[in-house]
């Protein structure tokens, strides 16, 4: 099983970040952060590295659910988000897989949250 769910899309980045944030709302996420991982790496290494977004996804009821079931599963939260430039400058969107890495985790509570997130970001990556 993969850890992720992607898709290249005919969007430029910025279009790409914007739609994804849209779509990510029609499935009841908001995003919590953004993390301009190109920005970060030119500010604290000096280097050039491609466009490379991180969004911070959120789905306030099922994250309360999962932190009701498990205590420690905020470590896992937010739903990570990315956005990237590719090396042959195409636009790829991938999200996190819940099932996958929810694996590590015995609790059998959290088998239902992590399905219907993992369902939800399908639906995300697949409308982008």
Same mark, same amino acid.
């Given at each position: 099983? =993969?850890?992720? %769910?992607? =898709? ?5 980045? +910025? ?10 709302? =029609?499935?009841?996420?908001?995003? /919590?952060?953004q993390?301009? %991982?190109? +920005?970060?790496?030119?500010? $604290? /290494?000096?280097?050039?590295?491609? $466009?490379?977004? %991180? /969004? ?15 205590? =420690?599963?905020?470590?896992? /939260? ?6 990237q ?44």
């Open positions: 099983m =993969k850890y992720y %769910i992607e =898709k290249i899309t005919n969007y430029t980045f +910025d279009q790409a970040v914007e739609k994804v944030t849209d779509e990510l709302k =029609k499935e009841g996420f908001g995003v /919590l952060t993390i301009d %991982i190109h +920005d970060k790496l030119k500010e $604290k /290494l000096d280097v050039d590295f491609r $466009k490379y977004r %991180i /969004l911070g996804a959120c789905n306030p009821p099922a994250a309360y659910q999962a932190l009701q079931a498990e205590d =420690k599963i905020g470590t896992m /939260l937010p739903c990570n988000v990315i956005v430039e590719t090396l042959d400058k195409k636009v790829e969107v991938a999200a996190v897989n819940p099932i996958a890495s929810m694996m590590a985790v015995e609790n059998q509570k959290l088998t239902t949250i992590a399905e219907d997130i993992t369902s939800r970001l399908e639906r995300v990556i697949a409308a982008v």
